[in-house]
């Protein structure tokens, strides 16, 4: 069978000249501009029943597409490798509408049937932006401003629900205004709290009593979050970015409702609660009841099932591939909404700048999920980057791998006369793999800075005869994981004695 007629596209040849690298990325830049240049682009081969009834359909809407046969240019399956790389996808044919990549055959044929094909074509990009953000948390306000340093058109919405009293909060998501910013700055008061314990034996003499005033504390944090949610809006509007503080509905493809909606207005619940450990019940009215049981993904009332956007119907987060597209495929989703990634604010922004990058910049870097560090500010902090240990003989198996661990006792504790065997340390290496270090923790003071140091190691490979090799600042938290020796497996004891 013969394929419909199309416009053949071609390649020019990049020349013989230019290294391999060079080469790749002139390739890639030809073929980014194939897909930017043409309404309908399609790469096929000539004999793929799969590509002919693609071009079948597109014959049959009266839509003129320009053709790529990868089996009759000289380097078709460079081609092929590069496109992998900038869709994820290695079959043909691969598809793109108006820029928008819609994948292979059975993905195109779906998207006819629910009509987002015939609205791809309508569109022939008259949008009135390049794009869209719902939600001005860290990963929203990261896409949206490096969208815009690429020269893109780009509006960000963001609302907040009030609550029953009222209350809600400025311009930056979750981080700034109710999670890391006060979480990290409420820490450092309760620090200063143990601080003043130790210092007593440290010399120093103080008679009158040392309260603390909440109060003081919880405006002087309110001013500084308030100054962030101005800077956030300074930057929008620098950077050209609309900022609309409205909420917003998907209402059909490629089209969103722009709402204010009123404020909350208080009321009050009567609250019945019984004891677990005995037979007491406390029963009362209130206006404001806190259940601190995690938090819920907003994704089920902003129009998604209009559309056809898959959610997790218990928890409400959004399944995505590797480059954080749905099943939408003009549709993507980063952050706290995603399923099975970390809830994490500066995996929000990588990922949110490497989408755009991706989108609007030919670029082809993905977010890593998997070496990220973080700490938890509890009183005595715990950091880690990379895999838990429960989790590496998920994906290594047990035999591979060995266990470094110690614990620690750091030189101010010891004056202060405080526990000396609280603080731990450990490693997961690789054994298959040079050693590698897979997953580092570290429970102990300022577990954050040093985590954060050992991550960009890890990213660089390290190992654990690098940690060997390494002089430890004395004395220091961080110095033991340059002197570890016991192994989990060999079941020494890994008690301190001194410093």
Same mark, same amino acid.
């Given at each position: 069978m013969s394929s419909p007629p199309g416009r053949r596209a071609r390649l020019s040849s990049p020349g013989t000249s230019r290294s391999y690298s060079e080469a790749r990325e002139e390739l890639r830049r030809r073929l980014l501009g194939l897909i930017e240049g043409n309404r309908v682009m399609i790469f096929s081969k000539s004999y793929c029943p799969h590509s002919t009834r693609v071009k079948e359909l597109f014959s049959s809407l009266g839509v003129e597409c320009n053709v790529l046969e990868l089996d009759q240019v000289d380097d078709g399956a460079n081609v092929q490798e590069v496109l992998s790389e900038i869709t994820n996808q290695i079959t043909v044919p691969n598809i793109f509408v108006n820029k928008v990549h819609m994948g292979g055959c059975d993905r195109t044929f779906q998207a006819?049937?629910?009509? /987002?094909?015939?609205? /791809?074509?309508?569109?022939?990009?008259?949008?009135?932006?390049?794009?869209? $953000?719902?939600?001005?948390?860290?990963?929203?306000?990261?896409?949206?401003?490096?969208?815009?340093?690429?020269?893109?058109?780009?509006?960000? /919405?963001?609302?907040?629900?009030?609550?029953?009293?009222?209350?809600?909060?400025?311009? %930056?998501?979750?981080?700034?205004?109710?999670?890391?910013?006060?979480?990290?700055?409420?820490?450092?008061?309760?620090?200063l709290g143990q601080a003043l314990s130790d210092s007593r034996k440290f010399g120093w003499e103080y008679n009158q009593q040392v309260k603390h005033n909440w109060e003081t504390m919880t405006e002087a944090i309110q001013n500084h979050i308030g100054s962030l949610n101005w800077s956030y809006r300074l930057s929008l509007r620098e950077k050209a970015v609309a900022? $609309?503080?409205?909420?917003?509905?998907?209402?059909?493809?490629?089209?969103?409702?722009?709402?204010? /909606?009123?404020?909350?207005?208080?009321?009050?619940l009567k609250v019945v609660a019984k004891s677990t450990e005995g037979p007491e019940t406390i029963e009362g009215v209130y206006n404001t009841v806190l259940?601190?049981?995690?938090?819920?993904?907003?994704?089920?009332? !902003?129009?998604?099932?209009?559309?056809? $956007?898959?959610?997790?119907?218990?928890?409400?987060? !959004?399944?995505?591939?590797?480059?954080?597209?749905?099943?939408?495929?003009?549709?993507?989703?980063? %952050?706290?909404?995603?399923?099975?990634?970390?809830?994490?604010?500066?995996?929000?922004?990588?990922?949110?700048?490497?989408?755009?990058?991706?989108?609007?910049?030919?670029?082809?870097?993905?977010?890593?999920?998997?070496?990220?560090?973080?700490?938890?500010?509890?009183?005595?902090?715990?950091? #880690?980057?990379?895999?838990?240990?429960?989790?590496?003989?998920?994906?290594?198996?047990?035999?591979?791998?060995?266990?470094?661990?110690?614990?620690?006792?750091?030189?101010?504790?010891?004056?202060?006369?405080?526990?000396?065997?609280? #603080?731990?340390?450990?490693?997961?290496?690789?054994?298959?793999?040079?050693?590698? $270090?897979?997953?580092?923790? !570290?429970?102990?003071?300022?577990?954050?800075?040093?985590?954060?140091?050992?991550?960009?190691?890890?990213?660089?490979?390290?190992?654990?005869?690098?940690?060997?090799?390494? !002089?430890?600042?004395?004395?220091?938290? %961080?110095?033991?994981f340059t002197t570890m020796e016991i192994t989990k497996s060999s079941g020494l004891d890994i008690s301190q004695k001194g410093c």
């Open positions: 006819h049937q629910s009509g /987002l094909l015939q609205k /791809l074509l309508q569109e022939d990009s008259a949008y009135d932006y390049d794009l869209i $953000v719902i939600g001005g948390g860290s990963g929203g306000l990261a896409c949206a401003q490096e969208a815009a340093i690429l020269g893109k058109k780009v509006m960000v /919405l963001d609302f907040v629900v009030p609550s029953p009293q009222g209350t809600s909060w400025g311009l %930056g998501g979750t981080c700034v205004n109710v999670g890391c910013v006060p979480k990290k700055l409420m820490h450092q008061a309760a620090l900022y $609309v503080n409205s909420y917003g509905e998907f209402v059909e493809h490629h089209k969103i409702k722009v709402q204010q /909606l009123e404020k909350g207005s208080p009321g009050k259940l601190a049981i995690g938090r819920d993904s907003c994704t089920r009332k !902003i129009g998604l099932e209009k559309i056809g $956007v898959k959610i997790n119907e218990k928890s409400g987060k !959004i399944p995505v591939n590797d480059m954080e597209q749905t099943n939408v495929p003009y549709v993507y989703a980063i %952050g706290d909404i995603l399923e099975g990634k970390l809830e994490l604010t500066p995996v929000a922004i990588q990922a949110g700048k490497l989408l755009a990058r991706r989108l609007f910049g030919g670029r082809l870097e993905k977010c890593d999920y998997i070496n990220v560090p973080t700490t938890v500010f509890t009183p005595l902090e715990y950091g #880690c980057c990379g895999f838990s240990e429960e989790k590496a003989i998920e994906v290594y198996k047990k035999e591979n791998l060995e266990v470094y661990h110690t614990l620690f006792w750091p030189l101010e504790w010891t004056v202060a006369g405080r526990d000396n065997n609280t #603080c731990y340390a450990k490693i997961i290496c690789n054994k298959f793999d040079n050693n590698r $270090v897979i997953g580092f923790h !570290i429970l102990g003071p300022n577990a954050g800075e040093v985590t954060q140091g050992f991550a960009a190691a890890m990213k660089c490979g390290l190992t654990k005869q690098l940690l060997d090799d390494t !002089i430890g600042i004395h004395p220091t938290c %961080g110095e033991v």
